[in-house]
């Protein structure tokens, strides 16, 4: 069974960094497409960035384009999130997913998504 576990979250200055960590057991990490979703209280769940199975190049939301850096360590078993240049509207609960059939065209759907961790907050003081 698939597993994972973010951390790393908390509260950051605006134009600050975070890094959060996905933490995946039960599969190797390379073996699965894994995405960061986020969600804001009264928005929906919104797609933040993906990095297709056996892939190194991800893919990102234009909200978090240059800003954000998705990475893998398949050592670690482990998935990255850094997240520099904070926003305030960048606050939400960040979650990462894992799926082992996804095609590129719907990496951004978390409806595509089987395995998903508990999440962790992010809050940018403006």
């Known amino acids: 069974q698939a597993e994972l576990v973010e951390s790393g979250g908390g509260l950051a200055p605006a134009a600050g960094s975070l890094r959060l960590s996905c933490t995946a057991s039960?599969?190797?990490?390379?073996?699965?497409?894994v995405g960061w979703f986020r969600h804001a209280p009264g928005t929906a769940l919104e797609f933040v960035a993906a990095l297709k199975r056996y892939t190194t190049r991800p893919a990102y939301a234009n909200s978090v384009q240059g800003r954000f850096t998705m990475s893998r360590d398949t050592a670690r078993n482990m998935v990255y999130l850094q997240m520099n240049s904070l926003k305030a509207e960048d606050t939400a609960v960040y979650y990462c997913?894992?799926?082992?059939?996804?095609?590129?065209?719907?990496?951004?759907?978390?409806?595509?998504?089987?395995?998903w961790g508990q999440g962790t907050q992010v809050a940018v003081s403006s």
């Open positions: 997913a894992a799926d082992q059939n996804l095609i590129t065209s719907t990496l951004g759907l978390p409806s595509e998504y089987d395995y």
């Open positions: 039960g599969f190797t990490v390379n073996t699965y497409s």
